[in-house]
């Protein structure tokens, strides 16, 4: 079987998975030939307990339409995560989970998975219906490998446009993993 990307971004209103929720994320799934295989999208509910960061929230007041995006008709989140995990066994292959930086969305689905699966983003070869068949793809590195830059000028802002299929990033999570998505798209078409 081939392995396949999802390519994702999410948006919350803290730095710490748990203290602080995931409000929303986005994921499109890429063939290892770079066709777009499909999208899913979630808008989720507060984690009971958690907490907004002030300095998170003084971010989303400078984006309104994100926020509102963000936040509007959230879902419960075991029925989001779930629906998630079905949508990325619907597709062949083997899932690799990607993101752009895998630094900062990898800890909140592994967060996620575990809290309302049981499962990690990872796990072992060993384990035989683990979700994501593969180590996480950085995307920043990947970029930063592909073109010789160093990986800090790896950055959306100082990406030509072409390489993101010309999708504005938005910080609404679906937007911002189109992007992403076409990103390693392009880099498969160009080897």
């Not at 971004?9 to 730095?15: I, L, S, V």
């Not at 509007?72 to 995990?85: D, K, T, Y």
């Not at 920043?140 to 592909?146: C, L, R």
Request: aromatic residues 14%; negative net charge.
């Amino acid at each position: 079987m081939l392995p396949f990307y999802v390519v994702t971004d999410c948006e919350f209103d803290g730095p710490t998975p748990g203290a602080n929720s995931m409000l929303s994320f986005g994921s499109v799934a890429v063939s290892a030939t770079g066709s777009i295989l499909g999208e899913f999208e979630a808008v989720l509910e507060p984690l009971d307990g958690a907490v907004r960061d002030a300095s998170t929230m003084a971010f989303w007041h400078r984006h309104p339409e994100a926020w509102a995006a963000s936040t509007e008709n959230p879902e419960a989140c075991p029925n989001v995560i779930g629906r998630f995990v079905d949508w990325i066994r619907s597709f062949e292959g083997e899932p690799i989970f990607t993101a752009h930086p895998l630094a900062v969305d990898a800890p909140w689905f592994d967060y996620y998975l575990r809290r309302f699966t049981s499962r990690p983003l990872l796990e072992g070869p060993w384990i035989s219906d683990r979700l994501f068949r593969h180590a996480p793809l950085c995307l920043m590195s990947f970029i930063s490998g592909k073109t010789g830059r160093p990986q800090w000028e790896c950055d959306v802002d100082r990406y030509p446009l072409e390489w993101l299929g010309s999708v504005e990033h938005t910080h609404r999570a679906i937007d911002d993993a189109r992007g992403y998505a076409n990103l390693l798209r392009f880099f498969i078409a160009t080897g």
